[in-house]
């Protein structure tokens, strides 16, 4: 659908040497086998660090398997979406029903690594500040606490996306 719409390339693989040919010739009757590959072949030996988004229909064990090479592999906001099965205790960021189908789609997005220690210079009216932060990390979500002048700050509402962090630093 993204190829015949929006005009997105797509790969895919499968151990299942029918499941291949059958998307094959879905490709071919949707009009985008110049823009979409499929291949019998292992999914632990394929080559995965050139996806922008990753779409799976796997089963919880081989998701969980997966997930460390999602990880180590995928840039920061690439999207990974798994038809009916979870990643264990890497909270999706979106879960929903597929309506009328019984099903669940769960959503991720890779997020960068940003545990650790930070210092930051935030330039305000009577001049730069420099704080210390130190971040706290599961997945995409984080937590933490800053020190300015010797004094205790405070993370609210931290969000990180792919690449993308926000907070709000109450001194």
Same mark, same amino acid.
């Given at each position: 659908?993204?190829?015949?719409?929006?005009?997105?390339?797509?790969?895919?693989?499968?151990?299942?040497?029918?499941?291949?040919?059958?998307?094959?010739?879905?490709?071919?009757?949707?009009g985008v086998?110049?823009?979409?590959r499929?291949?019998?072949?292992?999914?632990?030996?394929?080559?995965?660090?050139?996806?922008?988004?990753?779409?799976m229909?796997?089963?919880?064990?081989?998701?969980?398997?997966?997930?460390?090479?999602?990880?180590?592999?995928?840039?920061?906001?690439?999207?990974?979406?798994?038809?009916?099965?979870?990643?264990?205790?890497? !909270?999706?960021?979106?879960?929903?029903?597929? &309506?009328?189908? %019984?099903? +669940? =789609?769960y $959503?991720?997005?890779?997020?960068?690594q940003?545990?650790?220690?930070?210092?930051?210079?935030?330039?305000?009216?009577?001049?730069?500040?420099?704080y210390?932060?130190?971040?706290?990390?599961?997945?995409?979500?984080?937590?933490?606490?800053?020190?300015h002048?010797? !004094?205790?700050a405070?993370?609210r509402?931290? &969000?990180?996306? %792919?690449? +993308? =962090?926000? $907070?709000?630093?109450?001194?």
């Open positions: 659908t993204a190829a015949k719409y929006l005009g997105a390339r797509g790969f895919g693989v499968d151990l299942d040497r029918r499941l291949v040919r059958e998307s094959l010739d879905n490709a071919k009757a949707a086998s110049d823009r979409v499929f291949h019998q072949r292992d999914l632990f030996k394929t080559k995965i660090s050139d996806a922008t988004v990753v779409t229909y796997l089963l919880p064990h081989v998701n969980l398997e997966l997930r460390p090479r999602l990880f180590a592999e995928l840039k920061p906001g690439t999207r990974v979406v798994s038809h009916d099965f979870h990643m264990g205790d890497w !909270k999706a960021d979106i879960e929903a029903g597929v &309506r009328g189908y %019984g099903s +669940r =789609i $959503f991720w997005v890779i997020p960068a940003v545990g650790g220690r930070w210092r930051l210079n935030i330039e305000q009216p009577q001049g730069a500040q420099t210390e932060m130190e971040l706290q990390q599961t997945y995409q979500e984080i937590d933490g606490s800053a020190r002048a010797g !004094k205790q405070y993370l509402d931290a &969000r990180l996306e %792919g690449e +993308r =962090i926000s $907070f709000i630093l109450v001194d």
